[in-house]
Structure formats: structure tokens, C-alpha cells
């Protein structure tokens, strides 16, 4: 479930939360069940906005070699039909063809149980 950040300006305090979606979060009373935090003394009626934050990126490859070290295959369109396959190992072809099931890359040898 995504995770949300909520200001409270009566009391100034920030909250993060986790919920659904579709859940809509309007005032502090909503806001402290959904965080099961105390309303305290705040009044319950206090209206909350979203804040919007940035989500820590991913760490992502960068390069072929980044993506052949961890396992991955990438095929860049180079035809119609016809794939290079730029993260070949071992006795993988370079192209691989739609007609030619022997260019397929060796997905059994990279994927295991």
C-alpha cells in the first residue's frame, strides 16, 4: 500500500500514513485513526492536506554490463522481427529472429527455483 504524508495546520504536526488508494483523508480526527495516533488537542474537525513527496528512487542499472550481471536479457529491435540481444552470454546468439526458435535467449540457464 502507498504511503502518504499529511500537515496538520491547527497543530503543525506532519504524519505519514499507509492506506488504500482510494481512502480520502479530511480532517485530524480521520488522519489519527488511520495512523492510530491520539487526536490529543486538536480539535477533531481540523481540516489535513496531502503533502506531496518524493519516493526514494530505485536503484536501477545503468548500462548493458549492469543488466547482464544480474541475470537480465534485453533485446533492442534492430528489424521487423529480428532482436539483438545485447546482454548475450555463453552460446547465445547475437540476433535473435522470430522464425529461428534456436536464437531464443537461454532464459532457463538465468531463472531458477
Known amino acids: 500500500m502507498p504511503r502518504y504524508d499529511y500537515f496538520c495546520e491547527a497543530n503543525g504536526q506532519t504524519l505519514e500514513v499507509v492506506h488504500s488508494i ?4 479530511h480532517t485530524w480526527e480521520e488522519l489519527c485513526e488511520v495512523a492510530v ?3 490529543g488537542d486538536t480539535p477533531p474537525d481540523s481540516p489535513v492536506r496531502k503533502i506531496i513527496t518524493m ?6 542499472p545503468k548500462t548493458n554490463a549492469d543488466l547482464k550481471n544480474m541475470g537480465f536479457t534485453k533485446l533492442v ?37
Open 22 to 25: 482510494k481512502k480520502t483523508v
Open 55 to 60: 519516493a526514494p528512487m530505485a536503484a536501477t
Open 37 to 39: 495516533n491520539p487526536v
Open 77 to 113: 529491435k534492430r528489424d521487423d522481427g529480428v532482436y539483438e540481444n545485447v546482454t548475450r552470454t555463453g552460446t547465445e546468439k547475437r540476433y535473435m529472429r522470430a522464425d529461428d526458435p534456436s536464437s531464443l535467449p537461454h532464459i532457463h540457464k538465468k531463472v531458477s527455483d
